[in-house]
Nanobody
């Protein structure tokens, strides 16, 4: 069982930046993929960014060029650097770890972007 703890959320003005962190209770190097999802009010949970074991990344179209996902296996931590934030980025952001078909989730961290 892997536990994920997110941090770094908060309130920021449009155009600002935040960095989210997700620290795992165990090694993330064996995870097939790590990712960030978000869920806005009344919306479904959608993928924001993901990074594979090999380090390849993919992003939602809405965040390409603004967000960067990275991982530090030595610290068992995944980061999401968010720049040029927009009000529509407001959501609860969840960390995800996938091992084969098993998904682990964090409790989420709120990001609010004011206009």
């Amino acid at each position: 069982q892997v536990q994920l703890v997110e941090s770094g959320g908060g309130l920021v003005q449009a155009g600002g930046s935040l960095r989210l962190s997700c620290t795992a209770s165990g090694s993330i190097s064996s995870m097939h993929a790590m990712g960030w999802y978000r869920q806005g009010p009344g919306k479904q949970r959608d993928l924001v960014a993901a990074i594979s074991q090999s380090g390849s990344t993919n992003y939602a179209d809405s965040v390409k060029g603004r967000f960067t996902i990275s991982r530090d296996n030595a610290k068992n931590t995944v980061y999401l650097q968010m720049n040029s934030l927009k009000p529509e980025d407001t959501a609860v952001y969840f960390c995800n770890a996938r091992w084969y078909s098993t998904n682990y989730w964090g409790q989420g961290t709120q990001v609010t972007v004011s206009s």
